[in-house]
């Protein structure tokens, strides 16, 4: 009776669409997302002597983000007068595939991974590459003064911040030997890379939030300056689009960096590898956070020249740290 | 696997899932308000209350153009260093000896630029 669905549910019930759907995948994401946008709300209050969300659920307003997407849902979606319609609507759409494309590269357990790449490491900075443009395109779309110079903050911030995060990067490749998130963690086993990588991992978590434009680097959306910069023209359930990446970007960084300097799923077998990463991706997460209620914004000016002499030569001296950890010191 | 643990009541949630978020946005386009004859100002970007003058792309700055420049050369040449740090182990130190001049002679030109870059007055 089943003979023609047959095909369809083997795919269904395959671990590949399962992981695509469920976890890491999708709905995860989705979740994963809200809860931290709560979470973010939770603890920014918490360090500024506020309550934060409250009445949502029973829970401390834990359903809050998920009611602000029924409330947005809901509201008029209006593109504003000589604006770029396509561009104006695929910009925060395709934002939102690029945070679910770099989950997708995360080994989560051993073989909870949904593309278990060669060039694993590369390829999520690759993609993560594309945000900025993608914010200079809303911007330029919107035909509004405060986006447009949102756009083109960050298009400069991207060239502080690119160099010094792949040269940080560089350092783990160069202890590992292997560009392969999986084989990254596994050559962490002997000991995690955060140890002889200190360095290295400072100037990728510096950077990675400078990427993830949160707030020391916020200058694309610098809400008291710009008002909220390439965002401000966004209606609803659009403005839910462009501010969801966010969050994507937010869990893949951290997830990335406990990948490759935290021994990523490795940990005491008394609890599953699942636990460990996820414990430690929450770890890195509230420390981001309390990085956004600790310091004021920065200028461009000051990032710019930050991010091409102080990160970039802190990196360089990172590299050679590492190659003289590897290789040993010079004979020549 | 760990995926493969996972039963199968768990592809039925994820469709599940998927098929109301696919609900949802059917129901809003339907439901979502529409207005009909927008006002001028409505139409108009949002500027904080001020009246909107002029085009909305503006002028580009042009102060941080060499900070472009040097990203155009700089970030081809960190993709160049990957292949050299993935083969490290085998390459020891007689092949990481050209590399290393490779960046010491790279560091000459971008202290230079850095320094036109970095004083504003030049731009």
């Known amino acids: 009776m089943l003979g023609p669905l047959q095909p369809l549910i083997d795919m269904v019930t395959s671990p590949l669409f399962l992981m695509i759907v469920l976890f890491p995948g999708l709905t995860s994401i989705a979740i994963i997302g809200a809860l931290l946008g709560w979470l973010e709300r939770k603890v920014t209050a918490r360090v500024q002597l506020r309550i934060g969300p409250l009445y949502a659920s029973p829970a401390g307003g834990i359903l809050q983000m998920f009611a602000d997407l029924i409330k947005l849902s809901f509201k008029e979606l209006f593109v504003p007068e000589n604006s770029d319609a396509f561009f104006f609507i695929m910009a925060p759409t395709t934002g939102l595939v690029i945070g679910a494309a770099l989950v997708g590269l995360i080994p989560f357990a051993p073989g909870l991974q949904i593309a278990n790449i060669e060039v694993g490491l590369p390829a999520f900075l690759a993609i993560i590459t594309l945000s900025p443009s993608l914010v200079l395109l809303a911007g330029w779309s919107a035909n509004s003064k405060f986006p447009f110079i949102g756009g083109l903050r960050a298009l400069f911030q991207q060239t502080a911040y690119e160099i010094p995060l792949w040269l940080s990067a560089l350092g783990v490749i160069m202890m590992a030997g292997t560009l392969n998130l999986a084989q990254i963690v596994a050559a962490q086993s002997t000991g995690w890379f955060i140890i002889p990588q200190a360095l290295g991992a400072f100037i990728f978590l510096v950077t990675s939030v400078a990427e993830m434009e949160r707030l020391p680097f916020d200058l694309p959306e610098a809400e008291s300056e710009i008002m909220m910069g390439w965002q401000a023209e966004y209606p609803g359930v659009l403005f839910l689009a462009a501010q969801g990446p966010g969050f994507v970007k937010l869990y893949a960084f951290s997830a990335l960096f406990t990948t490759i300097y935290l021994g990523g799923f490795l940990g005491p077998s008394l609890l599953p590898p699942l636990f460990w990463m996820l414990s430690k991706t929450l770890v890195v997460i509230i420390l981001i956070m309390l990085l956004r209620s600790t310091f004021p914004r920065v200028r461009l000016d000051q990032l710019l020249r930050a991010g091409w002499t102080t990160l970039l030569t802190l990196a360089i001296v990172n590299i050679g740290i590492t190659y003289l950890l590897v290789v040993g010191l010079p004979t020549f | ?123």
């Open chain 2, 1 to 123: 696997m760990v995926a493969q643990g996972i039963p199968e009541i768990g592809a039925y949630i994820g469709f599940l899932f998927v098929s109301t978020v696919a609900l949802i946005i059917v129901l809003k386009l339907l439901i979502t308000p529409r207005d009909p004859r927008p006002t001028p100002e409505k139409k108009k970007p949002f500027e904080s209350g001020q009246i909107a003058v002029g085009p909305g792309r503006t002028r580009f700055i042009i102060q941080y153009y060499p900070y472009l420049l040097m990203f155009v050369v700089y970030d081809v040449i960190a993709m160049f260093l990957f292949a050299w740090g993935l083969n490290l182990r085998s390459l020891g130190e007689a092949g990481s000896l050209p590399v290393l001049v490779f960046i010491v002679v790279l560091l000459i030109p971008l202290g230079y630029a850095l320094h036109l870059a970095n004083h504003r007055e030049n731009w």
